[in-house]
């Protein structure tokens, strides 16, 4: 089975700008989280989504924002990117009732 | 808050020299204690889940333990292809996985 894919696999954008990442999750699970990790730092959890509604929100401010689709993918918005917004951003998926993640490559976003 | 302290930072070990990677954890209720490999550039790799005191697991040349307070990843007999970061996170459900910094494992042929 395919595991989770994440795209695009890398990013360039500038100060002020809006981004979108993609994630699929892997065949079967409905739950998807994204997690940002900067370099030298473990994954920092932003959102969960379940069945296209939000379940879990990190403290992250307002400018991140996310949704799923009946396909259980999912997108990632950032709006007014600030340089600190630059790190590898990771999805991750899950089964119905368990807790286990699954982890994509993850999309690494450069902010200049 | 949970929160997940990873000791060492980095371990440099020569191929064959065994050691343990520890993960002290503060919860307010442990739902799942979980450990992750990541290669430079990659996304985290599923290794175990451990849920209450006393279970261990195994895979290959890697053990995972657990007790109240932390996780020990003991390596036994490590390669050079075992060289990556090991990621502690704790939680699970609508709150998220909780990290650690994590152990950056070097093993020198």
């Keep these: 089975d395919a595991g989770v894919t994440q795209s695009p696999t890398h990013l360039i954008k500038t100060r002020g700008q809006q981004v979108t990442l993609r994630c699929s999750p892997i065949s079967g699970h409905k739950s998807v989280s994204w997690y940002q990790q900067v370099l030298g730092q473990g994954p920092q959890f932003i959102f969960q989504y379940y069945e296209k509604e939000e379940r879990g929100r990190g403290n992250f401010p307002d400018r991140f924002s996310a949704r799923q689709f009946p396909n259980y993918s999912s997108e990632l918005n950032v709006n007014a990117l600030l340089l600190g917004d630059s790190a ?7 089964l119905p009732g368990q807790w ?3 982890f994509g490559p993850g999309t690494r976003l450069t902010v200049t | 808050e949970d929160q997940v302290t990873q000791s060492p930072e980095a371990l440099r070990l020569q191929e064959g020299e065994s050691s343990s990677l520890n993960c002290s954890y503060t919860v307010s209720g442990l739902r799942g ?8 550039g990659k996304g985290p790799e599923f290794l175990f889940t451990l849920y209450s005191a006393g279970e261990e697991k195994e895979k290959e040349r890697l053990k995972a333990t657990l007790t109240k307070k932390e996780s020990f990843l003991h390596i036994t007999a490590p390669k050079p292809e075992d060289s990556a970061t090991y990621l502690c996170a704790v939680g699970g459900g609508a709150d998220g996985l909780t990290f650690g910094k994590g152990t950056h494992l070097i093993i020198q042929p």
């Design chain 1, 88 to 94: 590898l951003y990771l999805c991750a998926s899950s």
């Design chain 1, 100 to 102: 286990e993640q699954y």
């Design chain 2, 33 to 40: 204690l979980f450990w992750y490999r990541q290669d430079p």
